[in-house]
């Protein structure tokens, strides 16, 4: 399938049980981290929307973007990209979780100019295992079909999805870019801060 464009998605669904707030309101800079990552797709994408779930759609952050609404549930970050996927089906989708603090805009564009086309997955390997970091990735037009199969056959793991599948594997230029938080002491090392 061809397709019409490159679409940003900010993965920013999650109920953040570990951290204990919501991670997508961190700060950053000034701004949310949610805005912060928003920015950087912009850089490299033609439209930029945020995925969340139905009862965070109005909230007051999340609502100055467009977004797409979860039409899954029960399936983790998966029912965010298949539900872009959905809205858009003919455009590829670089998508990124929203628990990045270290996400550069060079880290952004050295996925999107290193990318094949005719890989369906493209994504950066893991620096502390090597493995396929799925949530700052290009998910190409038409990968959908081999996602649904993954969650058909009880498997809703993307980094699972990305292993069992033809994934190019990129190595970070910035070797701390996808280090996530998750935790109050994983925030407590990081630049983000709690809105005050």
Known sequence: MTTDAMYGLVLAGGESRRMGRD???????GRSQLAHIAALLERVTERVYVSSRQEQQDDPERSRFEN???RYSGIGPIAGILSAMDAHPRVDWLVVACDLPNID????????????????FTAYKSNHDGLPE??????????DAIIRQFVDDGI?????????SDTLLLEQPNPVALDNINTPDDL?????????
Request: proline share 4%.
């Open 23 to 29: 991670k997508a309101l961190l700060i950053r800079d």
């Open 68 to 70: 797409i609404v979860d």
């Open 105 to 120: 805009a060079a880290t952004l564009s050295f996925l999107v100019q290193n990318a094949k086309q005719k890989q369906l």
């Open 134 to 143: 799925p949530l700052c990735a290009l998910y190409r037009c038409g990968s």
């Open 156 to 164: 809703v793991c993307p980094r699972k999805m990305l292993i069992r």
């Open 188 to 196: 407590a090392s990081s630049v983000l801060e709690v809105a005050s």
